[in-house]
């Protein structure tokens, strides 16, 4: 007889329900809900609302055309016979290509006719020419293979670069990998990879296919996206790849395309009576746009005013009005000052902090200038309005104070204001690179056997650092008060007050006259948006610049020979900043970099003598930064200096002088932003040694050799390698023992310690010239 709706349990245990933990792990938690989605309730946000097929079509339409319309907006720059040039510069990775050669086997594969003269090529040399073929025209520059700035320069500007390698020659891991490392870490555009010489070396085809993919394996090595190279001597590939330079769209470097920059088709100085002369630079704008209120950057010569601007124009209508096609600038043109910001008030500027989205945010001022030189105690000199007085530096004021005309200003001698610049920290060099006429200092050659005993010093130096980080030992007869007077005690750097603008002998005496911004990201952005808003040219026009610059600035520069490049520099710029630079010592270079050496920056456009201060890559809450003596090999160190700052994050090279007079490469970062609140704070550790403990109790010797030095830091806290923490309890005896208490007990291996910090101010830059 059956039994239905009979079910068999198949175990009599209960299941109870799990107990939940009201302090379950995150990991606890994440294994728990893992896949689970909780639906937002009816209150708790934006509701979703239902979108249908046809309108995801729509949007999806819609987007496909704004790509769409983008790519020809960006395509129209080089179309037609008026479009702009392609920028190519031709590199030879190994000595037995020649780049020349390279240029003249890809432009003469194009030949309409076998009849037609080959067109040659000298190195180096920069060669305008069109391509009916291809309906384009491309300008191609060989720069000075010796010559690694030449190189740097020309691929800077560059659409595309071709890089020549050879299937005879290994490529030397002292020239062509480090020009080719060189390139990838100052930012390149669009690459191409050629074999000029394959076939001629290896007439197997077998052969070739091995050569081919053994440098297909190298190239890709720096360039992960570049799936073929070209073999120059078979004409189906040469003529692919100059239609692939000329179709295909270069890739754009975001610090370069976002100003104005332009490369001189011809270059001449013209004499004025009235502004001393000018400098003529004609040529394709590209990038944004120029605009005759804004300061350009001429690599190598410096930062200098824009008087006129103007089109030129292939087919002028004499109908057509003048002044539509040029532009001059106004009052509201920006100076060449440094400094001193030109005459205003302080309304003018934008008091404003702008958020990441670029919304004013009320309450905040966006520059501070010299908000805290507000409520001086001095008198200002005569003639001095109340806003320069505002920029002037105390001790200035104070000097200026007691003089009651020019007259007794007048009796201060010429040895009475060197040693006032001495005072202030700054010699001649300094004063001259505030007005952009700074020389490098004289090179003093040492002997051989003097640079190899100032290496192993420096070696043992930065071992020692390493081993013993930022310990020190005084000697007997050395008096810690007089040594160390100047150093503060702090219980914990992260956590610290240090005021950033405090009062210091050793400040910088222009360190209140820099330019101050407190929210670099967005005033990045807000620069770049005005650069592309109050554009006056258009890219891909042809314009002429007439650039207030003395006539030095074009002697000896051919442009049929090497580059002349125009950046045009966006608003502030040209301003001194407390400027920070991501450092990492380069992969091959082995020698110690030690804090303040100088060094030649270049980033972005611009190059810089600098004597950097590294401090620690760090991000504490009260921007205090423990100061390094070294940048060791292979950490991230943080680079901090005088100089003009760039709104970008651009890449940034590291270079330094060698005895030969050339450069070798010592490190490479990024141009990170202008922070004047960053303190830089360096550290002294003094270590004793424990002679007796009695639980808690220690007495301690070695430290100090003195009662009255005891007395003087008994405020400062100790600390122990073990992670104990105490204090200095009384001295004992005249030879510098003392007793001190702990948080726990000691071992007799422990080594007690003291750590005192003090002030690093950065120091002033200027420009480098080659």
Known sequence: MGRSGHSHRSTLKKDHKPFKSRHASKGLLKNQYKGKVEKAGPGSGKTQKVVSKLQRKNQSKQLKDHKILETKLARRLFEGASGAEKIITVIALTPDLSPAGIASQLVNSIKATPEDPDIEFSSPSVVSLRLPRFKSNVKFIIPDQTNLISILDATKVSDYVIFGLSAEQEVDKDYGELILRAIVAQGVASVVGVLPNVISAYPKKNLQQDIRQSLQSFFTHFFPTEEKLYALESESEALNCIRTIAQKMPKAISWRDSRAYVLADSLNWVADSDQGGFVIVEGTVRGVGFNANRLVHIPGHGDFQVQRIEKIAKHKNPMEDEDVLAYNADINQETLEELNPEEADMEDFDEYEYDDYGVRMEGKNYFDGGANEKNKRFKAPEGTSEYQSKWLLDDVLENASDAESIDEMEELGEDDIEEDMEDNGMDDDDTKSQFGDAQLEMFVELSPEEEEEQLKQYRALEKEDREFPDEIELAPEESAKDKLGDYRGIKSLGNCDWHWDEQDSERPSVYSRLLRINHFKATRNKLQKDAAKEAQTAPGQKYRLFIRAPPSVVENVDVSVNPFVVYLLLQHEHKLAVTNFSFSTWEDYEKPVPSGEQLIVQ????????????????????????????????????????????????????????????????????????????VMAERVVLTGHPVKIHRRLVTVRYMFFNSEDINWFKAVPLFTKSGRTGFIKESLGTHGYFKSTFDGRLSAQDVVAMALYKRVWPTLSHLWVA
């Open 603 to 678: 980033y972005g456009f611009r190059r810089q003598v600098i004597n950097p201060q590294f401090n620690q890559a760090s991000n504490p809450s009260n921007n205090v930064h423990k100061s390094e003596r070294f940048a060791h090999q292979g950490e991230l160190s943080i680079a901090t200096t005088i100089a003009p700052p760039i709104f970008h994050n651009a890449p940034a090279i590291f270079f330094k002088t060698t005895s030969e007079g050339g450069l070798e490469l010592v490190g490479q970062g990024t141009f990170l932003n202008c922070d004047h609140t960053r």
